[in-house]
C-alpha cells in the first residue's frame, strides 16, 4: 500500500519539477519489501515499503522508539548481531535479497557502509590508521593509501584540519571532528550506500553544518540514507522523506513517505502534519 | 526604594587579589575541641603503656578506641550537635580501619626488612650456592640461581597460560558461544585450586610418567595452572570494558569476526590485558607447594628448562628458614624482601601500564 502510494508521490514531484535536477529519479539501489522485524517475541517494525534510488539522500524520521534505527541496522545485517534478532519480509540491494542464505553478510556491510550516533574511531589507531582500517578489516585491495587517506578526509571536510597530524591518536579530536574521521573512514572501503544514524545528535552547530555540506557533496556519488530528530536538517540535506510512527502497543510502520518537499509542505496525513510541526513525539 | 551602591575593584585592585580558601575557615571552639578530642585519648593511652603490662594490641583495641570513640562524640556533640555524632563514629572508625591494614602490610615489610636486609648485597642477587653451606658466612653466595629459576618458571609459565587465558576470554566475550556459563564456571572454580593440587597434577602427570624430570618446564606447568584463572578473568573484565561500539563499527565496515578481535578489540584493551598478564603473575610469583613438588631444587644455575630440577626464590626460602644457622636463615629471610620487592615491582608495572583508559 504504502509503496503505490510513495511512488504516487513521486511521479506527481516528477512532474512538477520535470526539469530540474533535483528530482532526477534514478534506478532504485535499495528497496526493503513487506520488511516486519522482531526482537525476540516483540514486534518493532511491520510492514516497512521504502525504496531508496541511486545517489539520492532519504531522511528517516519519527519519534524516538519508532523503530527507525531497527530499521537502518536492518539495511547492512548489523541488526542479526543482537540476541533473539528476527525480522520477515526482504531488503533488496540492487535487486538481491541481502539475506538471502549464501549471502556474505561481510559482503553487504562493505558495500553498504555504516556511520553511527556516536563516533566510535578505534582508539588504538592514529587518525591515519583509522581511514585505512576498513581496508585492512575487510582485506581489500587498494593502491595509494595516501590518496585514499587525502580524498576521503577531503569528503569529509576534515583533510585541513588534520593534514599535519595525520599520525595522532584518533582519540585527541572533537566529537565532530571524530564523527568526520568515521564519516572519512566509511568511505574509504568505497561504499554504494551510506547509512547514517542520528550522525549530529552528539555534534555542535557547527560541526553538524559541516557533515551536512559532507552529506550532501557525498550523495553526487553515493546512496545516503540518514536517520535524524531535527527536522531542519532532514529539510536541508534530504530529497525523500519517510515518517515512521509507533503508536501506543503497536509496531512502528512508515506513516507517510515521499519527496522531502511534500512530506514538509504538503503532508497528506494529519499525523505527519503534527509531527513536522513540532506538535508531538 | 533604595539603590544598592558598590564600587567594582579596579583592574590594578583585582591584579592583587589573593586566592582564599573560605571553606577551611573553622571557629576556634571547633578547633579547640578537635585537638582535645585527638590528645586525651593519646595521653591517656601513652600514661597506660608506660605505667601497666598491658600488651600494645589489646591496649589500642580495648582501650584506644573506645576511648577515641567517646572522645570524638562529645567533640561532635560540642560541635556540631547530635548530628554530628554518627558523623565522628563513622569517621573514626574508617581511620581506624585503614590504619589497621596498613600497619598490617607495614609490619609484614618491616619485619622482612629488619630481619633480611642484613643478606642483602651485589653478590646475594647474582651469585647461586654452589659450594655454599647453611653455615657459610655471608660474604659468600646468594640466589642468583633461584632468580634465574623463578623467572625462567615464570616465564614459562606466562607463555602457557596468557594465550589460553586471553583466548577464554575471547570466547566469553567476543565468540560469546553457548556453553560460556560453563567455560566461565569452570574458570571460576579453577581460581580455588590449592597450589599443592596444581603441584601434584604435575608431578603425578609430567614427572612420575616419565615425560620430563622435576625441571622449570614442569613447574612451569604446575604455575600455568594457578595463573590461567587470574588471567582470564582479569582479560574477560577488560574486554567487557571495550566499547561495543567499536565491534559494531568494525563490523560495519565489513570486517570478519575474526579481524574485528585481532585489530580492534584486542588494540584497544591492550593495557588492560598487560596488567592482566602482570596479576596472573604476581598471583603465582610466591607459590611454594607447587615448585617443591614439580621444580624440585638444585645449588645451580640451570638455564635449560628440560633438563634438571631447578631452583626458585620460594623453594630457597622454604629450604632455608629453619635451619639452624642464623645466617641461613638471614639469607632466607633476604629472598623473601626479593620476593616482595619483585611483587611490588610488578604491581607498580600494573598501576602504571593499566592507567591508560582502555579508549579515549
Not at chain 2, 654452589?130 to 607463555?159: C, E, K, N, Q, R
Not at chain 2, 604446575?222 to 567499536?246: Q, S
Request: hydrophobic fraction near 45%; charge should be neutral.
Amino acid at each position: 500500500m504504502s509503496t503505490t502510494e510513495y511512488e504516487g508521490v513521486m511521479e506527481l514531484d516528477i512532474e512538477g519539477i520535470e526539469q530540474s535536477a533535483l528530482h532526477q529519479v534514478g534506478p532504485t539501489e535499495m528497496e526493503t519489501r513487506d520488511l516486519s522485524v522482531w526482537f525476540g517475541h516483540r514486534k518493532v517494525l511491520e510492514g516497512v515499503n521504502i525504496s531508496f534510488p541511486k545517489q539520492t539522500v532519504t531522511a528517516l524520521i519519527g519519534p524516538s522508539g519508532c523503530g527507525k534505527s531497527t530499521f537502518i541496522r536492518t539495511l547492512n545485517r548489523l541488526h542479526e548481531l543482537i540476541p533473539g534478532a528476527a525480522l520477515a519480509g526482504a531488503v533488496l540491494y540492487e535487486g538481491q535479497d541481502i539475506y538471502d542464505g549464501d549471502v556474505d553478510p561481510v559482503h553487504i556491510r562493505l558495500k553498504i557502509g555504516m556511520v553511527f550516533q556516536k563516533p566510535n574511531p578505534f582508539p588504538s589507531m592514529t587518525i591515519r590508521g583509522n581511514v585505512l582500517s576498513g581496508l585492512k578489516l575487510s582485506g581489500m585491495k587498494r593502491d595509494n593509501h595516501d590518496d585514499i587517506v587525502e580524498q576521503t578526509l577531503t569528503a569529509a571536510g576534515l583533510w585541513n584540519e588534520v593534514k599535519d597530524r595525520l599520525g595522532n591518536a584518533a582519540g585527541d579530536l572533537s566529537g565532530g571532528q571524530q564523527q568526520r574521521l568515521v564519516i572519512a573512514r566509511a568511505l574509504a572501503v568505497q561504499p554504494h550506500v551510506l547509512l547514517m544514524d542520528e550522525p549530529c545528535s552528539a555534534l555542535d552547530p557547527a560541526s553538524t553544518l559541516k557533515i551536512e555540506e559532507t552529506i550532501r557533496e557525498l550523495s553526487k556519488e553515493v546512496t545516503i540514507i540518514i536517520v535524524t530528530h531535527n527536522m531542519q536538517q532532514a529539510v536541508r540535506v534530504s530529497d525523500y522523506t519517510a515518517f515512521f510512527l509507533a503508536e501506543e502497543g503497536s509496531p512502528g510502520h512508515v506513516v507517510e513517505q515521499g519527496a522531502t518537499t511534500e512530506i514538509f509542505g504538503n503532508p497528506q496525513e494529519q499525523r505527519t502534519l503534527d509531527y513536522v510541526n513540532g506538535r508531538f513525539g | 526604594m533604595s539603590t544598592v551602591t558598590f564600587d567594582p575593584a579596579s583592574l590594578e585592585q583585582l591584579q592583587q587579589q589573593k586566592s582564599t580558601r573560605p571553606w577551611r575557615k573553622k571557629p576556634t571552639k571547633f578547633t579547640a575541641s578537635v585537638s582535645l578530642a585527638v590528645v586525651i585519648p593519646a595521653l591517656i593511652v601513652a600514661a597506660l603503656f608506660v605505667t601497666s603490662d598491658i600488651p600494645v594490641p589489646i591496649l589500642m583495641v580495648v582501650i584506644y578506641l573506645p576511648l577515641q570513640l567517646i572522645a570524638s562524640a562529645v567533640a561532635a556533640l560540642i560541635t556540631r550537635g547530635t548530628r554530628g555524632v554518627a558523623d565522628s563514629m563513622i569517621i573514626v572508625n574508617a581511620i581506624g580501619a585503614s590504619l589497621f591494614s596498613v600497619i598490617v602490610l607495614a609490619s609484614v615489610i618491616g619485619s622482612l626488612i629488619v630481619r633480611g636486609l642484613r643478606a642483602l648485597s651485589p653478590h646475594f642477587l647474582f651469585q647461586n650456592s654452589v659450594y655454599i653451606s647453611p653455615s657459610t658466612p655471608l660474604d659468600y653466595g646468594g640466589i642468583g640461581h633461584s632468580l634465574v629459576g623463578t623467572l625462567l618458571i615464570v616465564f614459562i609459565a606466562s607463555l602457557i597460560s596468557v594465550p589460553i587465558g586471553v583466548a577464554t576470554a575471547v570466547y566469553i566475550t567476543e565468540v560469546r558461544g553457548r556453553a560460556v556459563p560453563y567455560v566461565r564456571f569452570f574458570v571460576q572454580a579453577m581460581s580455588g585450586v590449592p597450589s599443592v593440587v596444581a603441584g601434584l597434577f604435575i608431578l603425578t602427570i609430567v614427572v612420575a610418567t616419565g615425560a620430563f624430570n622435576q625441571s622449570a618446564f614442569a613447574g612451569g606447568l604446575a604455575y600455568a595452572i594457578l595463573m590461567l584463572p587470574t588471567v582470564a578473568r582479569t582479560a574477560e573484565e577488560v574486554l567487557k570494558l571495550v566499547p561495543d561500539d567499536l565491534r559494531t563499527g568494525a563490523l560495519a565496515l565489513g570486517s570478519t569476526r575474526a579481524r574485528t578481535v585481532l585489530r580492534v578489540v584486542l588494540p584497544a584493551a591492550r593495557t588492560g590485558i598487560v596488567t592482566a598478564i602482570i596479576l596472573g603473575v604476581a598471583r603465582v610469583i610466591g607459590e611454594t607447594a607447587p615448585l617443591l613438588l614439580a621444580a624440585g631444587n638444585n645449588d645451580q644455575t640451570v638455564v635449560n628448562p628440560f633438563g634438571s630440577p631447578i631452583s626458585s626464590v620460594p623453594t630457597y626460602i622454604f629450604n632455608n628458614v629453619a635451619l639452624p644457622y642464623p645466617d641461613a636463615v638471614a639469607r632466607a629471610w633476604g629472598s623473601a624482601l626479593v620476593l616482595i620487592i619483585l611483587v611490588a615491582i610488578l604491581f607498580t608495572l600494573a598501576r602504571v601500564l593499566g592507567r591508560g583508559r582502555v579508549s579515549r
